[in-house]
């Protein structure tokens, strides 16, 4: 079996924007005016053209399009980012973010005229509810961490509205980081908590901190390690015994759609990243998109606007919620986006969700077994749509998880997660994610138990990696220590 | 289902190296009183004819540009989008990669970020920007985290004149902080009015230009109250494409600058995605939240690009971190840049230029038609004029005809009379507006 | 990293258990941090340092020390007020892994309670705790 899935190749270089193009150069064309010209008064107005460059058409077409032959997407090859299903985005997908109905709507339009927009928010809310267990949503997060700010916020206001004040919020070791950072945003402490030796949280760890000062907890299921938090039902009781809620993130929801009502096991508030489980593109860092959900007696909370059913049937936007947290974003939430994730679910239907979570779990346990021997696993416990492997075995050659993520490239594949979780010592976290077939997962298991070879026969090349790339390593600490942000 | 490549045949082997019978057995670790009780209730899949029947039906009961006459701004634009603009950020080696934290294989994201990075700098007058926010809104509020972070006051003055909305998403962030928030009104000419604003403790004072009215604000006025208080100046706006005309906010004094992108090349979307521009002078860039792209050489002395400053973030920092940002509207940024690349100097000035242009002949007529403008400060594509009573009726009858004459303010701002916002971009042609006009008065 | 053989605690200087070092003149101390605790971190890119004038007790936070990838805490090992801050970390921070006595130094300080140097360790019990 070959294995030699990257070679080298042309690849164009291209110099920075403004090395390119020329004076007097200009990628659009004008039509004549057909209003007279109304000068701005001197004193608003700049003295000079804006300072960005001049290039034509074709200068910026090969600009961009030798800088798109420079990246990895998963159009081109597996990305096994553990905690991000980087799985298949489909580009019926982006057709139908494409429709001019959709994408040429102005917000402030009258409610006759977006009836079609607001069906969509509506539907798009009631399958998300109907996926996760839970009772209502607020699709305008912008982001995990937005929903999770949503979540937070929601949480302060329950609590005010009895008229409580808590302080702290309990996270676990595998939380995260954007965990306790939305904690912090609310004026939470968190307060952490160490997972057991199954790499689960143990609800006697969690009864032994929470008290009446504790507004609730926030965890992650499956957690970081892709394992099932199964004392989660206890945890929670636990919580809510003294008065507590419990903030569930939900970005490995890819695990457990059809599987897992995250709001049967007693979750009060939880968010889901659209941007992973739901198939929309990540675009090399965003537009994602993070839906908050919530049981019935905390929808008062949501944010607002919300999106209702008027008397006559039609939907309409509504502010009319006085305890709710209020606006997040300008105006209602990432709407393009939320086509994505609503066409990836009418296509795939409720067998096509719970297909998706089987074969991604079957995926991540398949290169569990198959890798096993070669990289040290640091649970026994079965994992679901992900793995980690710690650098165990690396260690002795004195060869880093790090070079193991370098060399990786020089086969073909975007590197798993490194370093996170922090409980696992050098942890790779794998996620393959459903999309990925056999003989794709064979060639990452090959890529890897080769690289595990080189690491004790031919340590310098894990050190030199990645070689076929079209840059080595970078100089980080130069990059951090004199800042070069602007050209 | 065309998503999912594995045969019967691959199951059956992989569950076989696994060691277990069936994809079920790798579910055992799940209890049963965590198990749905039944399958999930969603409608029956589509296939991809089925889907774009079900969403051109959907979309087909939105009315949408260009088939409307848009009247109306408010914070989303109605711009020419280039056909090269979607053509290359569409490019799916730009659309489905992942944050750059692997930089050898993401230099093409990287890259394209810095240029953004810089050109937006240059725009408003910063020294830094960052990879990008969500929207102007929340790049905004979290300005005024950073200012408080900065000063160690604990109070803000917000100006009334910015965005209703951006106005509700700080209060959003503010409220659970503790932080107080002050109102700062606005004078007869339509820009902020800071005398009398109580300057205590205040952290930032922050405005938006042009505001919500379209009216220029005079800056540089507002840098020296604040400045001399002690405060930092957070200038804000929604219409991007003012940039290509007037004064940069960083050479009026602005020292964060948080405003929303979406006119550079992102279509209206409905709302969303925007494109929060978010940038600093120097010495605020390690409070700066959000990812941020420099320039290094890697080991063989050849230029590149990294993620860098990352101790700001919550991966490293967590708790402490400057915000909680992760996802970011990178993509948007990608869009922007090309955008911005398309029209260049010339183009973005000119582009501008037309768009002040059209709206002055829109409020030139709309005056000789008895609706003067409210207020006298110079305004860039938009500006609000006083309809006589009764103009509702109107303005409902032409949107029959596909025409959204304006957006009614009046419950924003109680003290005018039937003010009504009105936009003009070059989207709109003289042919149209006389069309209006003559609706309004035959 | 290195071995513990390999890094140099110089005899003059006392040490904290958190890894910095103090050397007293007279009523003032240097502070900086060891040669194990700039192996540990790597790199530094930037360090943290509070403005002249600002008051610590022993034990408290004066300031961060960063690495591309972490974030670590300086802990105050004397209490005391700071009189002078060692500038030339922010462009160079390199030299607190190239000369962490010397040029790499942090904070001078005005003792609060002089006596608390002799609770530091001198260079040989640091050197038995890292090998602890």
Known sequence: MSIQTAASGLSMNEPLLWERGRSGRCGVDFPKDDVPDCPLPQDVTASTAPDIPHLSELDVVRHYTRLSTWNFGVDTGMY?????????????????????????????????????????????????????????????????????????????????????????????????????????????????????????????????????????????NPNTLGLFEAELPEICRIVHEKGGLVYADGANMNALMGIVGMGCIGVDVMHLNLHKTFSTPHGGGGPGAGPV?????????????????????????????????????????????????????????ADGLRQASRLAVLNANYIRARLRDVYHLPYETPCL?????????????????????????????????????????????????????????????????????EAKGNPDMVHEAPCKTRVTRLDEVEAARRPCLAG | ????????????????????????????????????????????????????????????????????????????????????????????????????????ISQGTLQAIYEYQTLAARLMGMDVVTASHYDGATALAESLLMAIRKTGRSSVVVSRTIHPHVRQVIQTYLKPTGYNLVEAGFTREGTTDVTGIDWSNAAALAVQSPNFFGCVEPLSRYADAAHGAGALLVASFTEALSLGVLKTPGSQGADIVAGEGQSFGLPMGFGGPGLGMLGARQELVRTLPGRLIGKTRDRNGKPGFVLTLATREQHIRREKATSNICSNNGHCALTAAVYLATLGAEGLARTARINHNKAAYLAQRLQEIGMPLVFSAPFFNEFVVQAPPGFEAVRQALMQKGILAGLPIQTHYPELDTPYLFCATETVTREAIDRFLAEVKP | MKDIAELRFPENLRYAPDHEWARREAEEAVIGISDYAQDQLGDVVYVELPKVGARFEKGEVFGTVESVKAVSELIAPLSGEVIAVNATLENTPDLVNSDPYGEGWMIRIR?????????????????AMLKG
């Open chain 3, 111 to 127: 003792c609060a309670q002089p006596a608390q140097y002799d609770e530091l360790m001198a260079s040989d019990a640091y050197v």
């Open chain 2, 1 to 104: 289902m065309r998503y999912f490549p594995h045969t019967e045949e691959d199951i059956r082997r992989m569950l076989e190296e696994i060691g277990v019978d069936s994809i079920d057995a790798l579910f055992s670790g799940v209890p049963p009183d965590c198990r749905r009780s039944g399958a999930m209730h969603l409608p029956e899949a589509l296939c991809e004819w089925e889907l774009d029947r079900k969403m051109e039906e959907m979309a087909g009961q939105n009315a949408a540009a260009p088939s409307l006459t848009l009247l109306v701004g408010a914070g989303r634009y109605h711009h020419h989008i280039p056909a090269v603009v979607p053509a290359l950020a569409g490019r799916s080696e730009f659309l489905t990669a992942y944050t750059p934290y692997q930089p050898e």
């Open chain 1, 293 to 349: 959900l919530v049981k019935r007696f905390l929808e008062p909370f949501l944010p607002l606007p919300r999106v209702i059913r008027r008397e006559d049937g039609a939907f309409g936007l509504s502010e009319d919620f006085p305890l709710s947290i209020g606006r997040m974003v300008g105006f209602y939430g990432h709407f393009l986006v939320w086509v994505r994730a609503y066409s990836y679910i009418r296509s795939l239907g």
């Open chain 1, 385 to 453: 749509h992900e793995c980690v492997f710690s650098d165990r075995h690396l260690l002795p050659y004195k060869v880093s998880t790090l070079d193991v993520a370098k060399r990786l490239m020089d086969y073909g594949f975007h590197p798993p997660t490194i370093y996170f979780p922090l409980v696992v010592h050098g942890s790779l976290m794998i996620e393959p994610t459903e999309t990925e077939g056999k003989e794709e997962l064979d060639r990452f298991v090959e890529a890897l138990r080769t690289i595990a070879e």
């Open chain 1, 80 to 220: 096994p980012l553990g905690s991000c299903t980087m799985k298949y985005n489909p580009k019926t997908n982006e057709r139908q973010a494409g429709l001019g109905g959709f994408a040429n709507l102005h917000p402030l339009v009258p409610e006759a005229w977006c009836q079609g927009a607001l069906r969509l928010m509506v539907e798009l809310e009631e399958d998300l509810c109907e996926i996760t267990g839970m009772d209502a949503a607020s699709l305008q997060p912008a982001a995990g961490a937005h929903g999770e700010l949503a979540g937070m916020l929601i949480l302060h206001a329950w609590l005010s509205h009895k008229g409580e004040t808590r302080h702290k919020i309990i996270i676990p070791d595998t939380a995260h980081g954007t965990n306790p950072a939305s904690a912090a945003l609310c004026g939470f402490r968190p307060v952490a908590v160490i997972s057991g030796p199954k790499g689960i949280l143990q609800a006697e760890t969690v009864r032994s901190v929470m008290d009446e000062d504790t507004a609730g907890i926030m965890i992650t």
